[in-house]
């Protein structure tokens, strides 16, 4: 088995900068309960390893070996990981007569269809190296669909939380893929309470998103990726769905260990955090000039993957949108739709609801003035189409009676 050096030096609090956390260890949240972030000996790493070798490996997100906290091989569960396009769309660009690339990077190419599997696979991989067996956690769908696919692999248990009225088709690839699944009436913070409260008694390990350190550095791979895809650069802005934020504050933090390993310059792409108008915490916080988000009463979207009324991490978002001099932009249900047909009808790309979201949050940015047309954009399509409900559009023939041929034009 092929041998990497592991260069995690401790994990540091994402809000007090507290930085006695030690690697080998198990973590939850900081003693000020807010996020860990894992650092590593980024000088060392600098004179060790060569940018173009890496990015020549295969295995997708797994290829960032030195980058992630794993220590040893045998704990690593791969599904068939793979790097995802970035999907250039120049119809869309047409019709909104802009000069700058519209990029889309398909996240519905990985495993279980969507980007929770790189957030999953590493944090799983991690629990089963810190001798954790018994996983638990809230879900809008995705994320219990990737916790039960890469704990099975890893051979661990899996019992996961949905809204009930989580896709269908969520709970039932959450099942066919060993995880134990519940559907709750509630939304996800009121399953991640159940996953909380029943911690101690059932002795399980909570991986609600941000509450241990190791989604996060999942999720950065993303950013790291869409560097190297640039030829080690970053675009002008990126709009990216945001529930938990884990990808936003993921990629934030891959661009400043990228910066540091000399492998990109000092730019920064605007980041963009894109919600939908029913649930819209980080974009009220964002407008009120808070350094923190209140919990968002009565969330409702169909854009579910977005539907998180409270973020733990939500400090380091707004402070990833505000350095950026980028923007929390809400998006309405309708616009989504909108969004999510263009796209579909004019580049043949399905995408899922919170895809769609970027895109209309695209249009609204450049309406507003806060991005040009001419800027390169990278939108995140982070699942699947195929997952969600879709409208149907197909007419009805009798094949019984003649077939008028002309009406079908
Ligand atoms: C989880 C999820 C999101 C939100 O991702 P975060 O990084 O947690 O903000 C967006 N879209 C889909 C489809 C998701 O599954």
Known sequence: MEKFKNYVTHLECGLTGQADYLPGEIHGLSQAGRPLLVRYALKAMKHELNKNDIWARPGGFWKWRELLPLMNTENLCALGETDTPLQPCPRLQKDLNVTGEILMKDEGRLPTGSFKARGLGVAVAMAKELGLKRLAMPTNGNAGAALAAYATKAGLESYIFAPDDTPDINIREISLQGGKVWRVNGLINDCGKIVFDGKEKMGWFDLSTL????????????????????????????????????????????????????????????????????????????????????????????????????????????????????????????????????????????????????????????????????????LFNCGNGLKYPMEEQAGVLDRRHPIDYDALK
């Open 211 to 378: 509450k241990e350190p190791y989604r996060i550095e999942g999720k950065k791979t993303m950013g790291l990726e869409l560097a190297a895809q640039l030829g080690w650069s970053v675009p002008d802005a990126i709009f990216y769905p945001t529930g938990g934020g884990t990808g936003l504050i993921g990629m934030w933090k891959a661009f400043d260990e990228l910066e540091k390993l000399g492998w990109i310059g000092s730019k920064r792409p605007k980041m963009f955090a894109v919600q939908a108008t029913g649930c819209a915490p980080i974009v009220k916080a964002f407008n009120d000039g808070t350094k923190h988000a209140d919990l968002w009463e009565d969330a409702h979207t169909y854009a579910a993957g977005i539907r998180v009324p409270v973020a733990v991490g939500d400090h380091l978002i707004l402070e990833a949108v505000r350095e950026s001099k980028g923007a929390a932009l809400a998006v309405s249900d309708e616009d989504i739709e909108i969004a999510r047909q263009q796209i579909g009808q004019r580049e043949g790309f399905l995408v899922c609801p919170e895809g769609a979201a970027t895109f209309a949050a695209y249009k609204r940015a450049l309406k507003d003035g806060r991005i040009d047309g001419a800027d390169q954009v990278v």
